[in-house]
């Protein structure tokens, strides 16, 4: 009688395990089981295959060493959690990934366990971030196109007069004075037209053009300046259909990130070398142009912020800090978008995606 309860349980016990297991190896996000020494108790499927292991194989190892992270490892979460003996949830990264943690401990054992399940959330958080830097760029831009505007009509009477009055003024000294505010004031002038562009307030005047010409006149700018400085350009050029675009404003906005990195690879002080690629993506129906540099790269805790108006990282007289949000602007008022496609220590690459419209009726 012991005999058959025993063997009715036994398998019970073996089945109620077996559907635990498939039930957290459902779950695509990592779940594993650890103890105060951060050895694995165990582990659901997409854990273990994280590292290209069974779940059997990953039990007894640490887990700080199978994701590779410095031991001691500096504001872990584990230790958070160790320590307070409650549940933590946090954001971290680990690499080049963002997880959200959640660990809670569990009475288990003399010390105690602690179930962790990470989500990985480097997408979200990559399309979070973006979204917030369009709210922040558009709200920045009403603020900017006020002022801007405010700005504006003073100072074009401020431009205008100095400049009659340069014509009337007879004394040298007195002259000269009024030659500074005139200069002082075209200063401000600029700006305020960089500002406008980056809320875009100025309208592109549209004409059908090739990019790859555009992107060759913008080179022939600048090839005097590479050749001084040993710096290699490459053009990698597809087959590109004609574009209703601003050649102007294109070429400006084109202007701004070479030059940006061609002072990015001057700062990093090794042979400069910058890539300009164009593809024409068939079925989205879009330009993409690559600006490439092996420069010194643009840091993590920057990125958001590049395009924003005055921010700089150059010194007082090199950077105005105008330069991305003018392009900004002017990518985005041609229905475009522009982004850091990557950034490290070994350089930096811009993406711009320009539509291919059609002119419309009116445009003509
Ligand atoms: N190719 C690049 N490599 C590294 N950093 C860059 C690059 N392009 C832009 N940046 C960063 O973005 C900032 C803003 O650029 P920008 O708006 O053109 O202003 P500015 O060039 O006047 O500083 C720069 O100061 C620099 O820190
Ligand atoms: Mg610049």
């Given at each position: 009688?012991?005999?058959?309860?025993?063997?009715?349980?036994?398998?019970?016990?073996?089945?109620?395990?077996?559907?635990?297991?498939?039930?957290?190896?459902?779950?695509?996000?990592?779940?594993?089981?650890?103890?105060?020494?951060?050895?694995?108790?165990?582990?659901?499927?997409?854990?273990?295959?994280?590292?290209?292991?069974?779940?059997?194989?990953?039990?007894?190892?640490?887990?700080?060493?199978?994701?590779?992270?410095?031991?001691?490892?500096?504001?872990?979460?584990?230790?958070?959690?160790?320590?307070?003996?409650?549940?933590?949830?946090?954001?971290?990264?680990?690499?080049?990934?963002?997880y959200m943690i959640s660990i809670f401990p569990v009475e288990l054992?003399?010390?105690?366990?602690?179930?962790?399940?990470?989500?990985?959330?480097?997408?979200?958080?990559?399309?979070?971030?973006?979204?917030?830097?369009?709210?922040?760029?558009?709200?920045?831009?009403?603020?900017?196109?006020?002022?801007?505007?405010?700005?504006?009509?003073?100072?074009?009477?401020?431009?205008?007069?100095?400049?009659?009055?340069?014509?009337?003024?007879?004394?040298?000294?007195?002259?000269?004075?009024?030659?500074?505010?005139?200069?002082?004031?075209?200063?401000?002038?600029?700006?305020?037209?960089?500002?406008?562009?980056?809320?875009?307030?100025?309208?592109?005047?549209?004409?059908?053009?090739?990019?790859?010409?555009?992107?060759?006149?913008?080179?022939?700018?600048?090839?005097?300046?590479?050749?001084?400085?040993?710096?290699?350009?490459?053009?990698?050029?597809?087959?590109?259909?004609?574009?209703?675009?601003?050649?102007?404003?294109?070429?400006?906005?084109?202007?701004?990130?070479?030059?940006?990195?061609?002072?990015?690879?001057?700062?990093?002080?090794?042979?400069?070398?910058?890539?300009?690629?164009?593809?024409?993506?068939?079925?989205?129906?879009?330009?993409?142009?690559?600006?490439?540099?092996?420069?010194?790269?643009?840091?993590?805790?920057?990125?958001?912020?590049?395009?924003?108006?005055?921010?700089?990282?150059?010194?007082?007289?090199?950077?105005?800090?105008?330069?991305?949000?003018?392009?900004?602007?002017?990518?985005?008022?041609?229905?475009?978008?522009?982004?850091?496609?990557?950034?490290?220590?070994?350089?930096?690459?811009?993406?711009?995606?320009?539509?291919?419209?059609?002119?419309?009726?009116?445009?003509?």
């Amino acid at each position: 009688m012991a005999d058959e309860c025993q063997d009715d349980w036994v398998p019970e016990m073996v089945r109620s395990q077996r559907q635990w297991q498939a039930t957290i190896d459902a779950i695509t996000d990592y779940i594993f089981v650890t103890d105060r020494a951060r050895r694995v108790i165990r582990a659901n499927k997409s854990f273990s295959a994280r590292f290209q292991r069974h779940p059997k194989d990953v039990v007894g190892l640490r887990v700080d060493e199978l994701f590779g992270l410095e031991i001691p490892h500096t504001n872990c979460l584990l230790d958070r959690a160790f320590e307070s003996r409650q549940s933590v949830v946090d954001e971290t990264v680990v690499g080049a990934d963002t997880y959200m943690i959640s660990i809670f401990p569990v009475e288990l054992g003399n010390d105690g366990a602690y179930v962790c399940v990470m989500k990985d959330i480097t997408e979200m958080k990559a399309m979070r971030d973006q979204l917030y830097n369009t709210y922040k760029l558009a709200s920045i831009g009403q603020l900017v196109s006020g002022v801007a505007h405010e700005i504006n009509n003073p100072l074009t009477g401020i431009l205008g007069f100095s400049e009659l009055l340069t014509l009337r003024v007879k004394d040298e000294m007195v002259l000269k004075e009024v030659e500074k505010i005139h200069r002082a004031a075209e200063r401000c002038k600029v700006i305020v037209e960089s500002l406008l562009c980056f809320s875009r307030q100025q309208k592109p005047h549209r004409s059908l053009e090739y990019i790859n010409d555009i992107i060759d006149k913008t080179i022939d700018l600048r090839t005097y300046w590479h050749k001084s400085k040993d710096l290699d350009l490459v053009k990698e050029y597809g087959e590109i259909p004609m574009i209703f675009i601003d050649a102007q404003q294109i070429q400006h906005a084109i202007l701004n990130i070479l030059m940006n990195a061609e002072q990015a690879v001057l700062a990093a002080g090794r042979k400069g070398r910058i890539t300009i690629s164009t593809v024409y993506d068939r079925e989205a129906k879009k330009i993409i142009i690559t600006i490439a540099d092996n420069g010194a790269g643009i840091p993590d805790h920057i990125r958001g912020r590049i395009f924003d108006p005055f921010f700089t990282t150059k010194p007082v007289g090199e950077g105005s800090g105008l330069g991305l949000s003018m392009t900004y602007g002017i990518i985005t008022e041609h229905g475009g978008t522009i982004s850091v496609g990557s950034s490290t220590e070994e350089g930096t690459a811009f993406i711009v995606e320009l539509p291919v419209v059609k002119p419309s009726e009116s445009d003509i």
